[in-house]
């Protein structure tokens, strides 16, 4: 298992990245395309996690929302790759790395499907459930230290 992150829409890790996003989101949830896949900065990071036999999995990306928080967006695990803790371990280099840049917090829209998943990574509600691409979502949040 490796995980890779790159901040570039040109590098293969992006491209694995929307490859993981087309299959779960638009194919899987029937999610409209142009919802999607979005326009980025250089500020978004993409991690991709690619199993033993160098397979792109599971996938997320980080924004900076402002000096103190990351906004996580995007999570997604290939159907066939699901129950292996993959997103948990994207999850928990994420909150690393956020720690290691002085974040004090990730906040991210969980599909409230999976509201569970993200509670018990620590992650804790905040607010009303909202409706974003047809599907309802909660706003989380997980204390960095």
Do not use: C
């Amino acid at each position: 298992m490796q995980i890779k992150m790159s901040n570039q829409v040109d590098s293969s890790v992006y491209a694995d990245a929307i490859a993981i996003r087309r299959a779960v989101f638009v194919q899987e949830q029937h999610i409209d395309e142009t919802l999607e896949i979005d326009t980025v900065t250089p500020a978004t990071w993409h991690y991709v996690l690619y199993d033993d036999q160098k397979q792109a999995v599971a996938t997320a990306r980080v924004t900076p929302s402002d000096q103190w928080t990351g906004h996580v967006q995007r999570v997604a695990t290939l159907k066939a790759a699901r129950g292996q803790g993959y997103a948990r371990q994207l999850l928990q280099r994420i909150a690393a790395d956020g720690l290691s840049r002085g974040w004090r917090q990730l906040v991210l829209g969980a599909q409230v499907t999976a509201q569970g998943f993200y509670t018990q990574l620590g992650y804790q509600p905040q607010g009303r459930p909202f409706m974003e691409a047809g599907l309802r979502h909660q706003t989380m949040i997980l204390a960095l230290s």
